[in-house]
């Protein structure tokens, strides 16, 4: 059974800092393409970045708004994917979800039915 586990949220203040991680257990890590995820309350959920599976020019990809301020790795050795996120706005404010899925021809990465298993959340609020 695949479980998703997310950590690392919290309050901070606007031009702070989180480092949030995602624990994965039940599925060959390091071959799944994983995602990270947001929704602010009353609204749909956002993509915010993924990075596919290990090896040599491992892909990633942000959403336009966090770029250069937001950073998807991945620590197989580990089971965890890590989103470091910089100069956080209060529009950062969301609950922000993991996702993982194993990779496959046709799958759109940026969209959250491509994948196949979420965590529960962990909570960001960014103040002014």
């Known amino acids: 059974q695949v479980q998703l586990v997310e950590s690392g949220g919290g309050l901070v203040q606007a031009g702070g800092s989180l480092r949030l991680s995602c624990a994965a257990s039940?599925?060959?890590?390091?071959?799944?393409?994983m995602g990270w995820f947001r929704q602010a309350p009353g609204k749909e959920r956002d993509f915010v970045a993924f990075?596919?599976?290990?090896?040599?020019?491992?892909?990633?990809s942000y959403l336009d708004s966090v770029k250069g301020r937001f950073t998807i790795s991945r620590d197989n050795a580990e089971n965890t994917v890590s989103l470091q996120m910089n100069s956080l706005k209060p529009d950062d404010t969301a609950d922000y979800y993991c996702?993982?899925?194993?990779?496959?021809?046709?799958?759109?990465?940026?969209?959250?039915?491509?994948?196949?298993?979420w965590g529960q959340g962990t909570q960001v609020t960014v103040s002014s």
């Open positions: 039940g599925l060959t890590f390091s071959t799944f393409t």
């Open positions: 996702a993982a899925v194993l990779p496959g021809y046709g799958k759109n990465w940026k969209e959250a039915s491509a994948y196949d298993y």
């Open positions: 990075i596919g599976r290990s090896g040599p020019g491992t892909v990633t």
